[in-house]
């Protein structure tokens, strides 16, 4: 196999992924490669990576616990910081019972590969997330989907289904930013017998959880929450089998409990809401100044704002523009999205300034005209 050759083709169609290397602690002011930027591609939506709380809980558990878990949870690596955690979790979510995964993809691998005996066919939104596709063909099913957010393209394909199943879908959709209609979904199963699973990675700590009776819930701890992981809510019956089916939970090391007691000050930090507050004016800010502006970002009242450019190279230029300027923007080109519709996902924080954000959208119409 040709390796280089194939990374040659890459480069060529302006494809090439790279990674840029951080000098400074996850905020919303960084130094990048040794530049000093304003970060608008991060995941923490609350700025809550570098919360002064959140890292004193977390020294406190390295002080209590040590750095790692030293075994999966089904050996000797479940402590009870992991317990606390799944407590809180659940009553979080108003759940009866929740079960902590090493990260997103994990839990959702996680999930699938439990239900592999169990179901005879998935459902997936178009635009869902990478890891519930592969989740899907770890449990050897052929990938269905159904039209973004298209209630109607659902009814259709649920029609055609035959036995139990599995409707999946994104809450908030990473690359788009728009939200599922979860409530519309499960009106739809009633009359089936599919079960509903949401992974809510882009959403917990910032949206309310929607959790229908007897669905399946997943959301992520190294995004709003600020740390790491991710946790999968159920009724009991439901995390039980989880613990005794899902391979990636057997067969992986536990996060360090100290990685659970930073959660744990997360998730007061969440309840508290002043930071959700702060994310929340910030994302009307900018739909604000956007518009203003003329700027035709797509339409989402989540902190993902996607500007879609067309081409993979133009996405490139406008990112590295900015990067010159002072803002870290990452360009978005396929296969993570769908060909011909590269974009600039810029993702809001709590702690972004306003005229942090004036700026940034004054330097993105200079780049676009």
């Known amino acids: 196999m040709n390796f280089s050759k194939k990374i040659s083709e890459l480069e060529n169609n302006h494809l090439l ?18 530049s000093e930027v304003v970060n608008f591609c991060s995941n923490d939506y609350l700025s809550l990576a570098s919360h002064p709380k959140v890292k004193e809980a977390f020294i406190k558990g390295v002080e209590k616990y040590g750095s790692g878990s030293g075994a999966s949870h089904l050996v000797s690596g479940h402590s009870e910081s992991h317990k606390l955690l799944e407590e809180a979790l659940s009553e979080f979510t108003g759940q009866e019972n929740a079960l902590i995964f090493s990260s997103g993809y994990s839990a959702n691998l996680g999930i699938f590969s439990a239900l592999r005996d169990e179901i005879k066919w998935a459902l997936h939104d178009k635009l869902n997330h ?4 592969d989740g899907s063909r770890i449990a050897g099913l052929t990938i269905q989907r159904y039209l973004h957010n298209n209630l109607d393209s659902l009814d259709s394909k649920l029609e055609k289904q035959i036995g139990p199943g599995l409707v999946v879908t994104d809450n908030v959709f990473s690359m788009d930013g728009d939200q599922a209609d979860i409530a519309g979904i499960d009106k739809a199963i009633h009359k089936t017998d599919a079960i509903l699973m949401q992974d809510d990675a882009h959403g917990f700590g910032i949206f309310d959880p929607f959790i229908p009776k007897g669905s399946i819930y997943m959301a992520t701890l190294g995004k709003a929450a600020g740390v790491m992981g991710a946790f999968v809510a159920g009724n009991n019956d439901f995390i039980e089998f989880l613990i005794q089916k899902s391979r990636p939970y057997t067969y992986t090391t536990a996060i360090p409990p100290s990685v659970c007691q930073a959660i744990l000050m997360s998730l007061e930090i969440i309840k508290n809401g002043q930071q959700k507050e702060k994310l929340l004016k910030n994302i009307d800010f900018f739909k604000t100044m956007s518009s203003q502006l003329g700027l035709n970002f797509e339409n989402s009242d989540s902190a993902i704002q996607p500007l879609i450019v067309g081409s993979s190279q133009k996405a490139l230029e406008i990112s590295k523009n900015l990067f010159d300027s002072g803002f870290f923007v990452s360009a978005i080109r396929p296969p993570t999205v769908p060909p011909n519709t590269a974009r600039l996902r ?3 924080s709590s702690n972004h300034q306003s005229e942090e954000i004036e700026s940034l959208l004054e330097k993105v119409k200079n780049a676009m005209a």
């Open 346 to 348: 810029f993702t809001l």
């Open 130 to 133: 990478a890891s519930l596709i």
């Open 17 to 34: 992924r790279s990674r840029r290397v951080s000098n400074s602690p996850q905020t919303t002011r960084m130094v990048i490669d040794g």
